[in-house]
């Protein structure tokens, strides 16, 4: 094989299995992607955070995950409540740690800091997701 197919270059160019972070200080790996992307609703956050052109205010990020999930139907009662709880106790905590967002509590705000080979598993999967 010419390539690895899991770090995008000739085979022996880096750890098996690897992908830059955004900012390509730590690798990003495939485990970690199919972890990150494992679950729908860390998935539509990331949806609106990738298709962002900049940061995004947690409530905006809320309410575009609870629109999506409801497919615009009314959502039942508490949803958005508990949308937002697991994106703060969760979801975001679960992003920041891999280094996809960076999330300020106290003002509220999401920035995605980007990742080519995040985003393109992350398209795959909207289009299944449609």
Same mark, same amino acid.
């Given at each position: 094989m010419?390539g690895d197919?899991l ?8 750890p098996r299995g690897s ?13 970690t992607i199919?972890?990150?992307l494992?679950d729908?609703r860390?998935?539509?956050a990331?949806?609106r955070l990738?298709?962002?052109? %900049?940061? &995004?205010r947690? +409530?905006?990020?809320?309410?575009? #995950?609870?629109?999506?999930? @409801?497919?615009g139907l ?8 508990r949308?937002?709880t ?5 979801h ?6 891999? %280094?996809? &967002?960076?999330? +300020?509590e106290?003002?509220?705000? #999401?920035?995605?800091?980007? @990742?080519e080979?995040l985003?393109r598993?992350?398209?795959a ?6």
């Amino acid at each position: 094989m010419s390539g690895d197919f899991l770090s995008g270059g000739p085979a022996g160019d880096g750890p098996r299995g690897s992908f830059l972070r955004g900012d390509g200080s730590d690798p990003l790996t495939a485990t970690t992607i199919f972890e990150l992307l494992a679950d729908r609703r860390r998935r539509a956050a990331l949806y609106r955070l990738a298709d962002a052109d %900049g940061p &995004v205010r947690f +409530d905006a990020l809320v309410e575009a #995950v609870v629109d999506w999930e @409801s497919a615009g139907l009314a959502p039942p009662r508490g949803h958005e409540e508990r949308v937002a709880t697991a994106l703060h106790h969760s979801h975001l905590p679960q992003l920041a740690d891999a %280094g996809v &967002v960076d999330y +300020d509590e106290s003002d509220g705000v #999401v920035r995605y800091r980007g @990742s080519e080979t995040l985003e393109r598993y992350l398209d795959a999967a909207r289009d299944d997701d449609a």
